[in-house]
Nanobody, 116 residues
Framework: VQLQASGGGLVQAGGSLRLSCAGS????????MGWYRHRPGKEREFLAT???????TYASSVKGRFTVSRDSPKNTVYLQTDSLRPEDTAVYYC???????????WGQGTQVTVSS
């Protein structure tokens, strides 16, 4: 399984970015796809996940500002990030699990930088 993340960049506080993560290398519909981020000096942080049946979970820190969605037949997951803050600056990583309980596969990360 390979995951290719894109869509990061430099944005001013209050702005938006749409991150994408395209999966390949599997004949299966990924059971779960989602996003984490790694901020400087912090632990890796869960952000959002969406199952192939449409169940969604958000971290409380981003609920209401970030929106996860999927194009399931394409094994692609998106993260719409709105009302960005300087503290959202991080490398954003997508992940996918083909089946429940699998170890996740990870994308290469995309940098999001929010200026004040």
């Amino acid at each position: 399984v390979q995951l290719q993340a894109s869509g990061g960049g430099l944005v001013q506080a209050g702005g938006s970015l749409r991150l994408s993560c395209a999966g390949s290398g599997s004949i299966f519909l990924f059971n779960e796809m989602g996003w984490y981020r790694h901020r400087p000096g912090k632990e890796r942080e869960f952000l959002a996940t969406m199952t192939s049946l449409g169940a969604i979970t958000y971290a409380s820190s981003v609920k209401g500002r970030f929106t996860v969605s999927r194009d399931s037949p394409k094994n692609t997951v998106y993260l719409q990030t709105d009302s960005l803050r300087p503290e959202d600056t991080a490398v954003y990583y997508c992940y996918a699990m083909e089946h429940p309980g699998d170890s996740p596969s990870w994308g290469q990360g995309t940098q999001v930088t929010v200026s004040s």
